[in-house]
């Protein structure tokens, strides 16, 4: 499987200048990473906002490098330096491209997911299926192993570290009677790391890298 490419960071929006009359064309985009605030030229925006599109293609883990670099090079408005661009974004850390059938530890140990929709539960139907949306509508639906992950990681240091809390409760944390269901910290991550592009495609979700204040 290629790798897959995923926006990181959170975006914070256009930036414009303190001058009158009033000039319509933003200073600068910017985005929170770790702890810092980059800004973006209008150009790699266009790049970064690009990314998000196509939610199917990304819950199915279709969204590579080589994708995102042609639907900038055949969008209505055709971005001629669209390789440049994407090499630009992956070395700011803004992209990230990753094999989700890959090791993980080493990545997840890097990042900090952050849920950024309403957690609207399951339902009678598909009660395997949890979901999370936007205004009381659904836009993802996972198992339970990665909603937790999307509601709670956060307040570990970093994904690895959540995942592995979560593997070590299903050993520690059994009623009477009950039998281990064989979780570890691999697993959870697998199923976070198929979920993670349709999550933040879909902005139900984003991934920070650690940072140290």
């Given at each position: 499987?290629?790798?897959?490419?995923?926006?990181?960071?959170?975006?914070?929006g256009?930036?414009?200048?303190y001058?009158r009359?009033?000039?319509?064309?933003?200073?600068?985009?910017?985005?929170?990473?770790?702890?810092?605030?980059?800004?973006?030229?209008?150009?790699?925006?266009?790049?970064?906002?690009?990314?998000?599109?196509?939610?199917?293609?990304?819950?199915?883990?279709?969204?590579?490098?080589?994708?995102?670099?042609?639907?900038?090079?055949?969008?209505?408005?055709?971005?001629p330096?669209?390789?440049?661009?994407?090499?630009?974004?992956?070395?700011?850390?803004?992209?990230?491209?990753?094999?989700p059938?890959?090791?993980?530890?080493?990545?997840?140990?890097?990042?900090?997911?952050?849920?950024?929709?309403?957690?609207?539960?399951?339902?009678p139907?598909?009660?395997?299926?949890?979901?999370?949306?936007?205004?009381?509508?659904?836009l993802?639906?996972?198992?339970?192993?990665?909603?937790?992950?999307?509601?709670?990681?956060?307040l570990?240091?970093?994904?690895?570290?959540?995942?592995?809390?979560?593997?070590?409760?299903?050993?520690?944390?059994?009623?009477?009677?009950?039998?281990?269901i064989?979780?570890?910290?691999?697993?959870?991550?697998?199923?976070?790391?198929?979920?993670?592009?349709?999550?933040?495609?879909?902005?139900?979700a984003?991934?920070?890298?650690v940072?140290?204040?």
């Amino acid at each position: 499987m290629p790798r897959v490419i995923i926006p990181v960071g959170f975006s914070l929006g256009p930036q414009h200048r303190y001058v009158r009359p009033a000039d319509p064309t933003p200073e600068s985009w910017e985005v929170h990473l770790g702890g810092d605030i980059l800004e973006l030229s209008e150009a790699e925006v266009g790049v970064y906002g690009t990314a998000f599109l196509h939610v199917e293609d990304h819950s199915q883990l279709k969204v590579n490098r080589a994708r995102l670099i042609q639907e900038l090079r055949t969008a209505p408005h055709p971005q001629p330096d669209a390789q440049r661009l994407v090499d630009r974004l992956i070395d700011r850390g803004l992209l990230l491209e990753f094999d989700p059938e890959g090791p993980l530890e080493e990545l997840f140990r890097r990042y900090r997911l952050f849920p950024t929709a309403e957690g609207m539960g399951s339902t009678p139907e598909e009660p395997e299926y949890h979901r999370m949306g936007h205004g009381n509508r659904p836009l993802v639906a996972v198992h339970n192993d990665a909603y937790v992950m999307w509601a709670f990681s956060f307040l570990h240091a970093n994904l690895w570290e959540a995942c592995a809390y979560f593997a070590k409760a299903d050993q520690e944390e059994l009623e009477e009677g009950e039998q281990p269901i064989g979780l570890t910290a691999d697993r959870v991550a697998r199923e976070v790391a198929v979920n993670l592009p349709m999550m933040i495609a879909t902005q139900c979700a984003f991934l920070d890298p650690v940072a140290a204040l």
